[in-house]
């Protein structure tokens, strides 16, 4: 605490001080004597209404003017009653002020949590959907997502070039065996000149079409 009348008692050296009971004389404070010396106090004496750095210069005066008006034993009593000073410390503005933002903020927290109790069981309900869909429509989402990029691989294993080239070679062969064949039929007299020629030339003309498809794709693969 802070010698707030230090100032008066300097004022008043010039007379005797007021006569002390004996039993005020041995009442002692209830506070700590940290709170109203220190270890340097002996070498730098605190000057009268001296407070604490963390006090702003408004808050400090704002003390003073309900500390100005009382008398030295209303300040000693203060100092020596802890009753008395806590009753004092509430009836400050700036301690209701800041009871009154801790009540707002306990109430909000109240009421945080509340709302957080009554939505548990909507969690708990979103968790076992979330659960039942890893579990059950998750899996099947994913096996379906397996068949497709198997089916994928497929396709493009089918339209590959060497695939394709592969293919084209096959079709080739097919059609250079069906155009042998029907020339035993022709050379065994098994079908007329006119019908042969005009299967065989048909024949002979899809097998060089492919044959240069074939060649001309294999050079740009290579290429």
């Keep these: 605490m802070f010698n707030f009348w230090g100032s008066k008692d300097q004022q008043g050296q010039s007379r005797p001080p007021p006569e002390v009971s004996s039993s005020s004389q041995q009442q002692q404070p209830w506070y700590s004597p940290s709170l109203v010396s220190s270890p340097s106090s002996s070498s730098r004496p605190q000057t009268s209404g001296q407070i604490p750095a963390h006090v702003s210069p408004g808050e400090a005066a704002g003390i003073i003017t309900f500390l100005k008006d009382k008398s030295v034993d209303e300040l000693r009593k203060l100092l020596s009653d802890k009753d008395a000073y806590q009753q004092f410390l509430l009836s400050l503005d700036q301690v209701k002020i800041q009871?009154?933002?801790?009540?707002?903020?306990?109430?909000?927290?109240?009421?945080?949590?509340?709302?957080?109790?009554?939505?548990?069981?909507?969690?708990?309900?979103?968790?076992?959907?979330?659960?039942?869909?890893?579990?059950?429509?998750?899996?099947?989402?994913?096996?379906?997502?397996?068949?497709?990029?198997?089916?994928?691989?497929?396709?493009?294993?089918?339209?590959?070039?060497?695939?394709?080239?592969?293919?084209?070679?096959?079709?080739?062969?097919?059609?250079?065996?069906?155009?042998?064949?029907?020339?035993?039929?022709?050379?065994?007299?098994?079908?007329?000149t006119a019908a042969f020629v005009q299967k065989y030339k048909k024949l002979r003309t899809i097998y060089h079409r492919r044959a240069l498809i074939h060649l001309a794709a294999k050079t740009s693969t290579i290429c």
């Design 99 to 192: 009871n009154n933002i801790k009540d707002e903020l306990r109430r909000e927290t109240l009421q945080l949590a509340r709302e957080n109790l009554e939505k548990e069981p909507q969690i708990m309900e979103l968790r076992n959907q979330c659960k039942i869909i890893r579990t059950t429509e998750l899996a099947t989402a994913q096996e379906k997502l397996n068949e497709l990029e198997r089916q994928k691989e497929e396709i493009l294993k089918f339209y590959s070039p060497g695939s394709l080239l592969n293919k084209l070679q096959e079709a080739m062969n097919e059609v250079d065996e069906e155009s042998e064949a029907l020339q035993e039929k022709f050379l065994e007299k098994e079908i007329d």
